[in-house]
């Protein structure tokens, strides 16, 4: 299994800008999130699913959009690009299994907004 | 809500010295806990985890964390680091009735020489 893989790895933008961040996983997990990760921040919550065709913000939304039409595919938005956005962007599932109960993350998108 | 305080940003330790990493949280609700370690340039892999039972949780590379409920806290522990520890940590918290959603500190830098 290749569990939650992010495309691409690298990308530098031009302000104003738009992108798609793709994330897929092959785990079946109904939650998937975006988070964002920035130097001594940790990491924060953009937006989340629980299920195909249901999204929600969470702690940072602006600037972002997110769809969930499969159980895979979370893709995220960015729709013009602006400084502020540069950051290392993750991916997760999560599992609530019982006994396996955590998030499973992607290698991450590191983006830079110039 | 919840929230998670790391109170180190960065933490120097020699090779094969004992090392803790600390982690207190703030919340309303009883709260799932977990450590994730990230590697340079990689993404995030789960340590360790707290969902009930035995306040003592040992994880994967002889790591280990004890939940005190009293002081809202959920220390990280390696008796004896390796350079191969060299990495940042991450605390984080979740309600188990918020879909998963992940609260992380800002996380702690161990550096590890010889």
């Known amino acids: 299994n290749a569990g939650v893989t992010q495309t691409p790895k690298f990308r530098i933008l031009k302000i104003g800008q738009s992108m798609t961040l793709q994330c897929t996983q092959d785990?079946?997990?109904?939650?998937m999130y975006w988070y964002r990760q920035d130097p001594g921040m940790g990491l924060k919550l953009i937006y989340y699913?629980?299920?195909?065709?249901?999204?929600d913000k969470g702690e940072v939304p602006n600037g972002y959009n997110v769809s969930r039409s499969t159980t895979e595919d979370f893709p995220l938005r960015l729709e013009l690009a602006a400084p502020s956005q540069t950051s290392v962007y993750f991916c997760?599932?999560?599992?609530?299994?019982?006994?396996?109960?955590?998030?499973?993350f992607g290698q991450g998108t590191r983006l830079t907004v110039v | 809500a919840q929230s998670v305080t790391q109170l180190d940003s960065q933490v120097p330790v020699f090779e094969e010295a004992p090392v803790e990493l600390r982690c207190n949280y703030s919340?309303?609700?009883?709260?799932?806990l977990f450590w994730y370690v990230q590697y340079p340039n990689q993404g995030l892999q789960l340590l360790l985890k707290?969902?009930?039972?035995?306040?003592l949780v040992k994880g994967i590379n002889g790591f280990e964390a004890e939940f005190n409920k009293s002081q809202t806290s959920f220390h990280l522990r390696k008796p004896s680091v390796h350079i191969s520890d060299t990495a940042e940590y991450f605390c984080?918290?979740?309600?188990?009735?918020?879909?998963?959603?992940?609260?992380f500190g800002a996380g702690t830098q161990v550096v590890v020489t010889p």
């Open positions: 984080a918290v979740s309600a188990p009735d918020s879909w998963g959603k992940l609260q």
């Open positions: 785990m079946n997990h109904n939650y």
């Open positions: 707290y969902l009930s039972g035995s306040t």
């Open positions: 997760a599932t999560y599992s609530s299994n019982v006994g396996r109960t955590e998030a499973f």
């Open positions: 919340s309303s609700v009883s709260v799932y």
């Open positions: 699913s629980v299920g195909a065709g249901i999204t």
